[in-house]
């Protein structure tokens, strides 16, 4: 037996054992688990929302130099940061999904879509609000923020592309290549500010150097992050909960598990 | 390879593929793609006189003037290498400054003075509270003194 095989044998035994992670693949397994981790991300955003919020407006110090407008940096930077890395989770997704042809892939790359439009959305018009004051302008064609406005356009078309397309299949098929090909944007957002000249500043946190921000400011901005993670893992999963749902409406399993949701929504 | 690797290479070829030509794409439009240029630039005669354009950089210490009308503003911004007087009539946004990064919009005069109809501030990526801004300057003055 070559390498190859062994790999591969070794890899469908994993997706079989109980034990194993790759057992989520499957939608019934699938709803089990997000099932148990939806209420405890909505917890978590919620808790974390609230104590950053009330650290975004009353620990943190005002700017020497903006005065109190920069306190949108506790919103704007974790909507940007969520709609670059969402729509990467997307493209990844969709790759597992076509090379595995795995259906929950697809589904999870669906649900991720409105909440990375969202976050889109929040980060281009807080950012417009903040210019004003800031730059005097509430928009400029920079390259920052018409890659930004690009990736909102991408999020919405894959969105129209999922739902213009009947046949579930290749809905899926079609969405995951945009998401792929749409992917390559994402770079171009994050490293505008370093290959241009743009209006808008660059990274005050990045990865390669020390953040160029007061330590109070940088916990606060990281909480209001732990925050929006958290609160699009809880919604992405609950919407894919119930798009698996209505994809496996023909199994016992879902009807079961929908028959159970009625009845415990009809109880309270 | 098993038809599953053979699909995921065939995703990863063709994203490196598209990759590479967006690299390409974006590479030859380095120059369209600025949102300004520089002075150093314009002294290198890269921006036409008379052509609507966007400058930036440092606005210079000590360039700001006021004309008697109370609403042209004249003042320089420089790149540190070369540095361009600029003419401006209207409202400034708050953050504009002496020291501080901006972006004129407007032409260029045949006289070589930028007549500006738009300008922005540009704010660099510095946040801290004014305690912090005051330490830091002090810090500067006192290593300044020191060297002299």
Redesign the interface.
């Known amino acids: 037996m070559s390498r ?1 095989d062994a790999w ?1 044998a070794a890899t469908e035994t994993k997706m079989r054992s109980p034990k194993s992670w790759w057992r989520f693949a499957a939608p019934k397994e699938f709803f089990w688990l997000t099932g148990k981790l939806v209420p405890g991300f909505g917890w978590a955003a919620a808790l974390l929302a609230v104590v950053g919020l009330y650290a975004a407006f009353f620990v943190a ?6 005065g109190e407008v ?1 306190r949108v ?1 506790y919103i704007h930077v974790p909507a940007a940061w969520m709609s670059m890395i969402i729509y990467l989770a997307m493209a990844f997704w969709g ?1 597992v999904g ?3 042809n795995t259906r929950v892939s697809f589904i999870l790359a669906h649900a991720l879509a409105p909440t990375g439009a969202l976050w889109c959305f929040v980060a281009l018009w807080t950012g417009a609000l903040w210019g004003k ?5 509430y928009w ?4 920052r923020m018409t890659s930004q406005l690009l990736l909102m356009f991408l999020y919405l078309g894959y969105i129209a592309l999922v739902h213009s397309i009947e046949d579930p299949r290749r809905a899926d098929r079609a969405g995951a290549i945009l998401a ?2 749409g992917s ?1 944007n994402v770079p ?1 957002i994050y490293f505008s500010v370093q ?5 808008h ?4 946190v990045s990865l390669t150097k020390a953040p ?3 330590t ?2 940088l916990v606060t901005m990281l909480i209001m992050t732990f925050a929006a993670w958290s609160y699009s893992i809880a919604v992405a999963l609950a919407r894919a909960r119930t798009m698996v749902l209505l994809r496996e409406a023909h199994t016992d399993w879902a009807q079961k598990a929908a028959a159970a949701m009625i009845a415990k929504r009809e109880a309270e | ?2 038809p ?2 053979k ?2 290479s065939l ?2 070829l ?2 490196a593929l ?2 590479s030509a ?1 690299a390409l794409v ?1 590479s030859a439009f ?1 120059d369209n ?6 002075p150093s630039e314009i002294a290198q005669g890269k921006a036409q006189a008379g052509r609507y354009f966007r400058v ?1 950089g440092l606005v210079e210490a000590g360039s700001i003037q006021r004309g008697p009308d109370g609403i042209t503003v004249t003042f320089r911004i420089t790149d540190t290498a070369h540095a361009l007087p600029v003419v401006y009539r209207g409202a ?5 400054g002496e020291n501080q990064g901006a ?1 004129a919009e407007g032409v260029l005069r045949p006289d070589g003075v930028f007549e500006a109809k ?17 330490a830091v300057d002090q810090a500067q003055r006192a290593a300044q003194s020191l060297k002299e």
């Open positions: 190859i591969r110090p005002s700017d020497f130099r903006q920069y940096i790759i076509l090379t595995l004051p800031t730059w005097g302008t400029a064609w920079d390259a792929i090909v390559l171009i290959w241009w000249n743009t209006l500043q660059g990274a005050s160029s921000m007061a109070v400011m | 390879m098993s599953r690797q699909r995921l995703i990863l063709g994203l598209l990759a967006v974006l380095r793609l600025v949102f300004f240029v520089t930036g400034l946004p708050d953050l504009f972006v738009k300008v922005l501030a540009k704010h660099d990526e510095t946040y801290m509270p004014p305690e912090a801004s005051h």
